[in-house]
C-alpha cells in the first residue's frame, strides 16, 4: 500500500473538483480526503500502487469541465491505514485571490433534463450544475460564494438546497443552483411593460422572431439582437435600426446540422463549435441558406451553438432554423447589460424583450475563434474563456498590469507565471467604455486579490490606456513599443528561445521615431528590439480620415506611380472618385498639412482593396482588406513584386504598376487580389531571407491584425516553412491588439527581470 499528496493550483473551487476527487478515489477503492484551501485543492490517498496511478492520470485528464488545473505537486506519504474517503470542511486561512470559472455552456445532463417532462425542471431558462452555467459574468466579489454574486437574492428551496449540499449531487456547492420554484424568472416586455413570464414569455419571443420581429434577448454577460437569418426584410430592418450598415452578423443555430446545411465544417471547426466556451467560429459559406444582408460580400459565417438553456428552448421553439444573434448596441458602443440601460437603448431597435431578473455583473462579448493552417486561433477572447490563465515563460517577482491597446482592448494582471487577460473592453472611444474599462481593472484586482507593482502601457501618449497608467501615482511604469507588444504576444505564448524575426503587420502603431508604424520586421526577443526592414511609407491624405475613406490612399498611391494621369484610367476606383476633392487633397500634401505618413501593411490593403474594387468608404474597421481577401481566387498562382530597397524598405510602387496593368487588360478583380496576397507572402519570405543572410535567425513570428487574413496567413508561413523556418504565431491570444497587453506584460517582466540580473 502506498500513500500520496496532491496539492492542485487553478480553477479548482466551485466547479465540483472535490466530488469528482471523491468519485475517482471511490471507483479505484482509494482511502484518504480531500479538502479546500486558500488558493488550492488538497488531496491525500491511499491504496495500492496501480489504482493510485490510476488515480493521478485521471486527476489531470478528465477533471471538470470548468476545471482548469494549473499546478500539481506530488509527494510521497506515510500510510495511515484509513478505510473511507471523505471531503472534509474547507480551511479558509489567508484569504488569497481565486480564479474565477468562465462562463460554460450547458452541459449534455442539464439539456436532458430541460427538455424531460417529468424533470422538475422542465424548459427552465436557468437550469445549470457544477459543470455548466455563469460563472464569471455574475461574480460581484472574491470569494465566490453565492452570496457574493447575482444570486445572492434568490434563496433556495428546500429541493435546490439538498442538491447543494450533497456531494454525490452534479449541484454540489453550484453557486448559480435554482429551480422554477426559488430561481430566476424570465420576462417578455412590450415598450418597456411585461407582457409574458416565465414560459409563455420564451414561448411568445419564438413566435414573434418566427414573424419577423427584432428581439433583444438578455443572455450570459449582455443583451443580443436576434432576428430570423432567413428573413431578408427583417435583417435588413435591423441593419438600418442598429446602424449597422455591412459589417457581418453572428448566427446562432440549434445544432450541427442545421449549421453543416449552410457551412462547410472540418473536424477542428466542428470541436471549436462544441467547445465549454461555445465561441462564435468562422466557417466558410456552402450554400446561400440565410438573408444575403446577414454577411454580404463575405464568404465567412460567424456561427455559434446555443449556450444557454434559454438559447435552447428559444431555438427548440423557432423549428430549428438560425438566428442572427449580435450584440446588443447601437454602432461601436459597448454591448448593454443592465436591464433599464438596455431596456432604453435598445427600444427602438427591438420590438420585444426577452430579459430576466438575474444580473449580469459583468459585461461580456462573446468569443471568435477561426481554424487557419491547421491550428485554432483566437481571434476575440472573452465569453468562455475568460478569466482561465495563461502562463508567462518566466516567474514575475511583483505583480505586473498590462494596459493594453486603444481599439479591442484587452487589459491583462499577471502574478508569478499567470497571466489573466480581461473579457473583451473594445474600443476606447467613448466615455462607456472607458468607465468600463476602469471597472473591468478594478473587478479583476478585487477578484484576484492582486495589487500591480508596475504598469505596462502602449508608447503612444494619447491612448486612453496610456493615459491610466501614468494617472496612477505611485506605481512604476513602463513603455512597450507596439509592435514589440505584437511580437513578444508570440513569444512568450510559445515560450521561444533566443532572438526571432517578428514581422508585425497590422493598421496602426506608434513607433519609436514618432511616426505611425505598422509594416514592421524586427529582430526581437523579451527585452528588445531592433527595427530591421519595414514597408516603405505611405500617405494618409487629411489624416485618420483616410482611414474611413482608403480611395484617399489609393489616389495618392497612383499619382506616385502615374502621376496625374491616373485619373483618366479606366479603374473601378476612378469612376466612383471626387476628382475636385482629391485637388483639393493633393494640394494639402504639396504643403504637408494633414498627411501623416506611415508604413502601415493594413493601409496598404485598403489602397490596393480600393484599387481593384472601387470601395470609396468603409463602414466599420478592416472592411476593405476583409472584402478584398473575400475576392481573392484561392485557385490564382500568380503574385506581383515588391522591391527591396536599400536593404530595409520594402517598396509597394511595382505591385500597384502590375495591379493597375492587370486591371486594364481585363484580368479578373478576384485573380487580380489573390496575386496580391502572394506577392506579399513572397515579399515577406524575401526580406526574411535578406535577413538570415546577414546573420539572422531561423524563427519567424507573424503577428498584428493583418495576420487574422487567413490566405495571407497561409501562404506565408507555407514559404517560410518550405525554406526552413520555423514559424509562429497566435493561437490562444488574438494577433491583433486584443493581444497586447500580454505582449506588454511579457516585455515588462522580462525588463524588470534584466534590471535585477544586472
Not at 509527494?75 to 479558509?92: A, H, M, Y
Not at 509594416?519 to 528588445?528: I, N, P, Q, S, T
Request: net charge neutral; proline share 5%.
Amino acid at each position: 500500500m502506498v500513500r500520496k499528496r496532491f496539492l492542485v493550483e487553478g480553477t479548482v473551487q466551485g466547479v465540483g473538483f472535490r466530488p469528482f476527487v471523491r468519485r475517482l478515489a471511490t471507483r479505484h477503492r482509494l482511502s484518504g480526503w480531500v479538502v479546500n484551501r486558500a488558493g488550492e485543492v488538497e488531496i491525500e490517498v491511499e491504496g495500492h500502487p496501480s489504482a493510485v496511478a490510476l488515480f493521478e492520470k485521471h486527476l489531470r485528464n478528465d477533471a471538470p469541465p470548468l476545471a482548469l488545473i494549473s499546478r500539481l505537486d506530488i509527494q510521497d506519504r506515510d500510510t495511515v491505514g484509513e478505510s473511507v474517503f471523505n471531503i472534509l470542511p474547507s480551511v479558509r486561512g489567508e484569504l488569497r485571490g481565486l480564479p474565477v470559472p468562465p462562463d460554460m455552456a450547458t452541459c449534455e445532463a442539464c439539456v436532458k433534463e430541460l427538455f424531460d417532462p417529468k424533470d422538475r425542471r422542465y424548459r427552465y431558462p436557468f437550469i445549470n450544475c457544477t459543470d455548466c452555467g455563469p460563472r464569471f459574468t455574475i461574480v460581484r466579489e472574491f470569494p465566490y460564494d453565492r452570496d457574493k454574486t447575482s444570486m445572492a437574492s434568490f434563496q433556495m428551496c428546500a429541493e435546490c438546497r439538498n442538491e447543494y449540499e450533497n456531494p454525490d449531487n452534479r449541484r454540489y456547492h453550484a453557486q448559480p443552483n435554482a429551480c422554477p420554484v426559488c430561481g430566476p424568472q424570465a420576462a417578455l416586455r412590450h415598450e418597456g411593460a411585461v407582457i409574458a413570464v416565465r414560459d409563455d414569455a420564451m414561448k411568445l419571443a419564438a413566435a414573434a422572431l418566427s414573424d419577423g420581429s427584432i428581439v433583444a434577448i438578455k443572455g450570459l454577460g449582455g443583451y443580443h439582437l436576434a432576428c430570423d437569418a432567413g428573413n431578408e426584410e427583417a435583417v435588413a430592418r435591423l441593419r438600418v435600426r442598429k446602424a449597422r450598415e455591412e459589417k457581418p452578423f453572428a448566427v446562432m443555430a440549434r445544432d450541427l446540422s442545421v449549421i453543416s446545411a449552410i457551412c462547410s465544417v472540418s473536424a477542428m471547426e466542428r470541436a471549436a463549435l462544441l467547445g465549454s466556451g461555445r465561441p462564435i467560429v468562422l466557417l466558410q459559406r456552402a450554400k446561400d441558406r440565410l438573408a444575403l444582408s446577414v454577411a454580404p460580400t463575405n464568404r465567412f459565417l460567424g456561427v455559434m451553438l446555443p449556450y444557454t438553456p434559454l438559447h435552447h428552448l428559444l431555438l427548440a421553439d423557432f423549428e430549428g432554423r438560425a438566428l442572427v444573434m449580435t450584440s446588443g448596441n447601437i454602432g461601436e458602443h459597448p454591448i448593454a447589460y443592465e436591464d433599464e440601460h438596455a431596456i432604453q437603448s435598445l427600444r427602438k431597435i427591438a420590438d420585444l424583450v426577452l430579459t430576466h431578473d438575474r444580473p449580469i455583473e459583468t459585461r461580456c462579448d462573446d468569443s471568435i475563434v477561426r481554424v487557419t493552417g491547421g491550428r485554432t486561433s483566437i481571434i476575440r477572447r472573452s465569453r468562455g474563456f475568460v478569466p482561465h490563465s495563461i502562463p508567462l515563460p518566466f516567474e514575475l517577482a511583483e505583480p505586473i498590469l498590462g494596459c493594453g491597446a486603444h481599439l479591442k482592448n484587452v487589459f491583462c494582471l499577471c502574478e508569478g507565471n499567470e497571466a489573466f487577460l480581461s473579457h473583451h473592453i473594445g474600443d476606447l472611444e467613448t466615455l462607456e467604455s472607458r468607465r468600463s474599462y476602469v471597472e473591468g481593472i478594478d473587478h479583476f484586482k478585487q477578484l484576484l486579490r492582486v495589487e500591480p507593482a508596475c504598469l505596462a502601457h502602449d508608447m503612444h501618449p494619447d491612448y486612453p490606456s496610456t493615459q491610466y497608467a501614468l494617472e496612477q501615482a505611485g506605481v512604476e511604469t513602463i513603455a512597450v513599443q507596439h509592435h514589440h507588444a505584437h511580437i513578444a504576444s508570440v513569444v512568450a505564448e510559445h515560450d521561444l528561445k533566443g532572438p526571432v524575426l517578428g514581422v508585425a503587420f497590422d493598421g496602426t502603431g506608434y513607433g519609436t521615431d514618432g511616426t505611425i508604424w505598422g509594416g514592421e520586421f524586427l529582430l526581437a526577443d523579451l527585452c528588445g528590439f531592433k527595427r530591421v526592414a519595414h514597408l516603405e511609407l505611405l500617405v494618409l491624405p487629411g489624416g485618420e480620415q483616410a482611414i474611413r475613406e482608403p480611395w484617399r490612399i489609393a489616389a495618392w498611391c497612383l499619382s506616385e506611380v502615374y502621376g496625374d494621369s491616373f485619373q483618366n484610367m479606366d479603374l473601378p476606383l476612378i469612376r466612383g472618385m471626387d476628382s475636385s476633392r482629391w485637388r483639393t487633397l493633393k494640394a494639402m500634401a504639396r504643403r504637408g498639412f494633414q498627411t501623416p505618413r506611415t508604413s502601415s501593411v493594413g493601409r496598404l490593403f485598403d489602397a490596393v482593396s480600393s484599387i481593384v474594387t472601387g470601395r470609396t468608404t468603409v463602414r466599420y474597421e478592416g472592411q476593405a482588406a476583409i472584402e478584398l481577401e473575400m475576392l481573392a481566387d484561392p485557385c490564382e498562382s500568380g503574385h506581383y513584386r515588391f522591391d527591396l530597397r536599400d536593404e530595409s524598405k520594402l517598396s509597394w510602387g511595382p505591385m500597384i504598376r502590375r495591379v493597375v496593368e492587370d486591371l486594364l487588360g481585363g484580368v479578373p478583380a478576384a485573380a487580380v487580389a489573390a496575386r496580391f496576397h502572394s506577392g506579399l507572402s513572397v515579399a515577406i519570405m524575401e526580406v526574411c531571407e535578406r535577413i538570415r543572410r546577414d546573420g539572422g535567425p531561423s524563427q519567424v513570428a507573424l503577428s498584428g491584425g493583418v495576420f487574422q487574413n487567413a490566405l495571407l496567413l497561409k501562404r506565408a508561413t507555407e514559404l517560410l516553412r518550405d525554406r526552413g523556418y520555423c514559424v509562429w504565431f497566435n493561437e490562444r491570444v488574438p494577433a491583433n491588439d486584443g493581444g497586447i497587453a500580454y505582449g506588454q506584460v511579457a516585455v515588462a517582466g522580462a525588463t524588470m527581470r534584466s534590471k535585477v540580473c544586472a
